[in-house]
């Protein structure tokens, strides 16, 4: 691994063609994000900022959808936390690739990367025909194309005129649809499961405001003590399995 390539063509060129399936893929979830932002009064030069500066896809989703549910500001502040601080555990993945970069370099390229860059630059840094430089660009390329998308998705929200419950159902709609396929393993589907019964039971025992907020916590503790017994049952499958 390179991990002081000059800025070339060809690094760019290998950055724009591991980018190019995340830019399309962006494109379709960016303008309807753009256009339902635009839904709870965000005009363009607010979603070109919010994109920039707060570079969260699944964020960006919760907090119109949430805006739009009526949920006050602290529980969107946290759940929105709480889906992110699996940011910090891509960084972590990634650090021991980066071991040589400059720490500004480094710091940048660890803000900009989303679970689709994540996916694409670890698997190429284990390949050994990547670098740091290539990373980065991967992932401003990837960034552009969601910026660019959702701010055509916002000027596109006044043509098209989306009622504001209609606009709140789909946000919903779309919002459940990237949990369903964030679901990959046994402990994120419980924590899915887990999130949306405690908000159901906190809001039927009163707590509406802090519901969301106190149901993401939920689920975040029961998925971490199912993966905690699924830990060790593996443990005590291979101790077992060793001795006969």
């Known amino acids: 691994m390179q991990s002081n390539d000059k800025i070339t063509i060809e690094v760019l060129h290998d950055s724009l063609v591991a980018a190019i399936p995340v830019m399309l893929g962006y494109v379709a979830i960016g303008i309807p994000c753009g256009i339902l932002s635009a839904s709870m009064g965000l005009n363009w030069l607010q979603v070109l ?68 860059t994540f996916g694409i630059a670890i698997s190429k840094f284990k390949q050994g025909n990547w670098s740091v430089e290539r990373a980065i660009f991967l992932n401003e390329f990837s960034h552009a194309s969601w910026t660019i998308s959702c701010v055509i998705g916002c000027l596109l929200g006044p043509v098209i005129n989306i009622p504001l419950p209609i606009a709140s159902f789909a ?17 994120t589907f419980v924590a899915a499961v887990a999130g949306v019964v405690g908000v159901i039971v906190f809001k039927s025992v009163g707590l509406t405001g802090p519901a969301i907020f106190l149901g993401a916590i939920f689920g975040v503790v029961v998925a971490y003590a199912f993966a905690q017994l699924q830990n060790r049952r593996a443990k005590v499958d291979n101790s077992e399995a060793g001795e006969s």
């Not at 502040?77 to 040589?100: D, G, K, M, W």
């Not at 940048?108 to 989303?114: I, R």
């Open 171 to 187: 946000m919903t709609s779309l919002f459940i649809c990237l949990v369903v396929g964030s679901i990959k393993t046994k402990p």
């Open 49 to 116: 900022l919010f994109s920039i500066f707060f570079y969260s896809g699944a964020g960006q989703f919760m907090i119109p959808n949430m805006f739009l549910a009526g949920a006050d500001l602290l529980s969107i502040f946290a759940s929105v936390s709480f889906v992110n601080t699996r940011q910090t555990l891509y960084s972590a993945a990634l650090a021991p690739f980066c071991e040589r970069s400059r720490k500004r370099r480094m710091f940048w390229y660890m803000v900009t990367v989303t679970d689709e």
